[in-house]
T-cell receptor
């Protein structure tokens, strides 16, 4: 089955700096890669996603890049703010009919220091 | 608010007991997914239903079962509970089709504590 590795497990940055979180996946059939933000005690919230026919996607201060050949994808947050502090999860999903189960990475605890 | 609802929010029960967690998907979503989140295992996929039919199974124990009803709400049944079953249980829903229908939106979760 799919395996998703995520690094780093913790990341501390100063407000205004950029943050990068990296993930690798094992199943070359995976073709959908969402990122979720989870604040303490809350639900995972979808913040951005990318499909395998696209190399990069941006939404304001966040962007995701995908390298299908190397089987890795990354989340980039620019101009970080204290409210960006949370646990971020990457995930991968295959193309088995209407089976779109997500395999998650272990998460990255991002702390943005004011 | 994602539009996915889950009840109850919290559940405290004893070992050996059985509980039922309930999920209502977003309006129009046909797929329901159940995930378990614990500190040591992270977010793990348990099972998926699509329009009433089981579509995929993950690391779901035999003591656990689920179903999706004609109105598309879903229930996750956990029986013979053990201390290790204590976790956050999330339900997510999606349209369930290819293209733009793959985004999964999570409910607020049910925190299960087994004592």
């Amino acid at each position: 089955g799919e395996n998703v590795e995520q690094h780093p497990s913790t990341l501390s940055v100063q407000e205004g700096d950029s943050a990068v979180i990296k993930c690798t996946y094992s199943d070359s059939a995976s073709n959908y890669f969402p990122w979720y933000k989870q604040e303490l005690g809350k639900r995972p919230q979808l913040i951005i996603d990318i499909r395998s026919n696209v190399g990069e996607k941006k939404d304001q201060r966040i962007a995701v890049t995908l390298n299908k050949t190397a089987k890795h994808f990354s989340l980039h947050i620019t101009e970080t703010q204290p409210e960006d502090s949370a646990v971020y999860f990457c995930a991968a999903s295959g193309s088995g009919g209407s089976n779109y189960k997500l395999t998650f990475g272990k998460g990255t605890l991002l702390t943005v220091n004011p | 608010d994602s539009g996915v609802t889950q009840t109850p929010k919290h559940l405290i029960t004893a070992t050996g007991q059985r509980v039922t967690l309930r999920c209502s998907p977003r309006s129009g979503d046909l797929s329901v997914y159940w995930y378990q989140q614990s500190l040591d295992q992270g977010l793990q996929f348990l099972i998926q239903y699509y329009n009433g039919e089981e579509r995929a199974k993950g690391n779901i124990l035999e003591r656990f079962s689920a179903q999706q009803f004609p109105d598309l709400h879903s229930e996750l049944n956990l029986s013979s509970l053990e201390l290790g079953d204590s976790a956050l249980y999330f339900c997510a829903s999606s349209v369930g089709s290819a293209g733009s229908g793959r985004e999964q939106y999570f409910g607020p979760g049910t925190r299960l504590t087994v004592t």
